[in-house]
């Protein structure tokens, strides 16, 4: 042979060594590759060209041998056609998308989804949008799931390898059981999984973000590492419009509308506050509402002349931050508000307040 290794489309060129002892021997060589034949280019010499669609393997040459007296033999040579099948890595914006939703391209941008359309998601590979001779497309899903509170994200992966469509189902099969052999140990392949893929989501908070990152799987592709080669969607799990938040508070009172009748604040304020979520990007409206103890020296000590229960309106700076994307951990508020405040034996009083809280 001339090479080691072949493609589909080359040429494939043999010699066939003779010694005279066999000298009157009609010998023709055999390629076991449908819709190829060796032709003769000469003396002892034949040559090939290997179809453009060609499955990968290892083909042994035969000899077709008729002796001098007429008697037919058939030996399989030492002599082997090794097909590799070309390893280009294909473009995956031109033949991956998800359905039903293909969702945002950052985190602002995030379709928000129910629980159960989240769940249905899936990756699909329009396998006629693949070039002929790119060979396998091997696949890495990363699927990470960021909760809305900022605790630590968890990540799941899926290998996958699709190719392109020969409109042959079994052609499809042959050439996945051939794949097999150099992915099993990466991944668990499945005829259905060529086309579409069912996304690995597991424990979703609500509003939490799903990030979606579809990459060549490099562990097997031969070829550079391409960063721009990735796809990458942003979704988000659709949780109540309403929602409540159980805060404690540092308060500082800036105004107080019954100044003259003295009261002692304390440096502790507990709340639940209720606030209105966006359904398209889960985000809280900045003013939310809150009822609790204001200005009190722990959630529970209420007493004559110090402290009280109060009502109030907060405008929320921290969810502001976050609406502009700015990275502010979800566990801190901060806000201005306006506190109706019923104290005991005092005047109930209007009070303009700044307050800085942890949410429980």
Not at 52 to 67: C, N
Not at 88 to 113: D, T
Not at 246 to 254: A, E, H, S, T
Not at 300 to 308: A, E, F, K, L
Request: with cysteine; hydrophobic share 40%; aromatic share 10%.
């Amino acid at each position: 042979m001339d090479k080691v290794v072949y493609f589909a489309g080359d040429t494939v060129r043999l010699i066939i060594g003779r010694t005279d002892s066999v000298a009157n021997a009609s010998i023709t060589p055999v390629l076991p590759i449908e819709g190829t034949s060796l032709k003769s280019t000469g003396r002892r010499s034949y040559i090939a060209v290997l179809p453009q669609i060609v499955t990968p393997g290892a083909y042994v040459v035969t000899l077709k041998v008729r002796d001098s007296e007429g008697r037919r033999f058939l030996y399989k040579t030492e002599c082997i056609v090794n097909v590799e099948e070309n390893r280009y890595v294909a473009l995956l914006q031109s033949f991956v998308h998800i359905e039903p939703s293909n969702g945002g391209e950052n985190s602002r941008s995030a379709v928000a989804l129910d629980r159960e359309a989240i769940q249905n998601l899936e990756v699909h590979f329009d396998r006629d949008s693949i070039k002929a001779g790119m060979g396998p497309q091997f696949v890495t899903i990363k699927t990470t799931v960021i909760p809305r509170d900022g605790t630590a994200s968890q990540s799941l992966y899926r290998r996958v390898v699709t190719f392109k469509n020969n409109g042959d189902d079994y052609e499809d099969r042959m050439r996945l059981i051939q794949y097999k052999n150099a992915y099993n140990k990466y991944a668990a392949l499945s005829r259905e999984e060529i086309d579409h893929v069912r996304l690995p989501v597991d424990s979703l908070p609500d509003w939490s973000l799903l990030v979606v990152q579809i990459e060549p799987d490099y562990s097997i592709t031969i070829g550079a590492f391409d960063r721009s080669n990735v796809v990458t969607k942003y979704f988000r799990m659709r949780g109540p419009t309403f929602e409540t938040a159980f805060m404690i508070g540092i308060p500082k009172v800036i105004y107080d509308s019954q100044s003259r009748d003295s009261i002692e604040y304390g440096n502790t304020s507990a709340m639940f506050r209720m606030y209105y979520v966006s359904k398209e990007t889960g985000n809280r409206f900045p003013l939310n509402l809150g009822v609790g103890t204001f200005g009190v020296n722990s959630p529970i000590d209420v007493g004559v002349g110090r402290g009280g229960f109060a009502f109030s309106l907060q405008l929320d700076l921290a969810e502001m931050v976050r609406i502009l994307n700015i990275s502010f951990t979800n566990k801190v508020n901060i806000g201005l508000e306006t506190t109706q405040l019923f104290s005991i034996g005092k005047k109930r009083r209007l009070l303009i307040d700044t307050q800085v809280s942890l949410v429980l």
